[in-house]
């Protein structure tokens, strides 16, 4: 948003309506006096319309009682509704009706004929801080209206991702106390990793759901430090390749040991929902290929892998909270995952890409500095 200061360096543009030449043209000699730039003077309200969406001037003064169809206050009116634009009225006299419909308008200053150069002045900059106010208000609003709508949306993804897993640990708890002096110590075993998958699934269900909240509310701390990437990556891969017999996750790197300066937590957000994606939506199995590529600027990892791709018309909302393809069938999931590694990778001053075609797999490239000063912090 532009501030006053930055108006009065750019110089204020203003158009004048006012049907009266010799009115207009005085006026214009004062507010150039004063430093600010008249773009335009016209004489009804059809043509202040036209202006405006020619010119998109900063500052209206308009002369309420306009010759023609079209008075000062309607054309004010069609005005701000198009630009929000702050509007000055000038005014000489007006019958009561009049008055009160330009107090319903949205407003910024009264100018009574005739004006003394300092009432201007004083006027203009007065308007200028209250729209200014509004803008800022209007901007809030948004912010505040997008945040409890995603809340709100967040609520509806945690109680649904959440449902099944604790189904499966119920299910299974009550099979063990029913059934657990009959069962097989290896049925056991496997009922205990199904609760613990189910628990882990839920542990990261809201962990997103954490990291998307505190994330649009700009209340994200970050504490990078040092460690071996390689060794991590390396560790990271083991966990995921343990979880699919049919996905094969091959590392490359041109490095063995690189000290990245990073922080762990959202690295760890980045990689787990990149990695599972790979994996979920390559249903078929195949490889999955993890790419590092390090030096003392920056720290380049892909991940790519061979499965359905994304859709090309798909590709522009890519990022959008609780967005989903076309084409992912009955995969499961929420629409959270790369709202959240985009917000984790800027987190970082990093970029991601993404190059996919559909039914020819897809490539996310993540970009993140490795300069102490910026990085991560």
Not at 344 to 366: D, P, Q, R
């Amino acid at each position: 948003m532009t501030s006053i200061d930055d108006m009065k360096v750019n110089i204020l543009q203003i158009l004048i309506v006012e049907d009266e030449l010799i009115a207009a043209e005085s006026l214009a000699l004062d507010l150039q006096k004063l430093g600010y730039q008249v773009c335009a003077m016209v004489n009804t309200g059809k043509k202040a319309i036209d202006k405006c969406q020619e010119l998109n001037p900063d500052l209206v003064l308009m002369d309420i009682m306009l010759k023609g169809e079209m008075d000062g206050i309607t054309a004010a009116e069609i005005i701000y509704s198009q630009s929000k634009t702050p509007i000055i009225y000038l005014s000489a006299y007006a019958d009561e009706n009049t008055l009160k419909r330009a107090k319903s308008t949205c407003v910024y200053g009264y100018l009574v004929k005739p004006y003394k150069i300092a009432d201007v002045n004083t006027t203009i900059t007065i308007a200028l801080a209250k729209h200014q106010e509004d803008l800022q208000r209007e901007i809030d609003l948004s912010a505040e209206k997008k945040l409890n709508k995603i809340k709100t949306q967040a609520l509806a993804t945690a109680s649904h991702d959440l449902r099944n897993p604790l189904t499966s640990i119920l299910g299974y708890t009550e099979l063990i106390r029913d059934y657990g002096d009959r069962l097989s110590p290896e049925k056991k075993q496997r009922y205990f990793n199904f609760i613990k998958s189910a628990v882990g699934k839920m542990n990261d269900s809201l962990e997103d759901l954490l990291l998307i909240s505190k994330a649009e509310e700009g209340k994200i701390t970050l504490y990078p430090q040092h460690f071996n990437l390689v060794e991590y990556l390396n560790i990271v891969i083991d966990e995921h390749n343990n979880i699919s017999e049919k996905h094969n996750i091959i590392f490359e790197r041109n490095t063995d040991n690189y000290q990245a300066y990073l922080d762990q937590k959202i690295l760890n957000h980045i990689l787990n929902n990149l990695i599972s994606n790979a994996i979920k939506y390559s249903p078929e199995g195949g490889n999955i290929i993890l790419r590092l590529n390090a030096d003392e600027r920056e720290v380049i990892i892909e991940i790519e892998d061979e499965g359905i791709g994304i859709p090309e018309d798909y590709q522009a909302k890519l990022f959008t909270l609780f967005e989903r393809g076309s084409n992912v069938g009955n995969i499961k999931g929420n629409g959270l995952g790369l709202s959240i590694v985009k917000k984790a990778v800027e987190l970082c001053e990093g970029n991601i890409k993404v190059n996919s075609k559909e039914n020819k797999g897809t490539k996310f490239s993540i970009i993140i500095p490795q300069n102490e000063e910026k990085s991560c912090t």
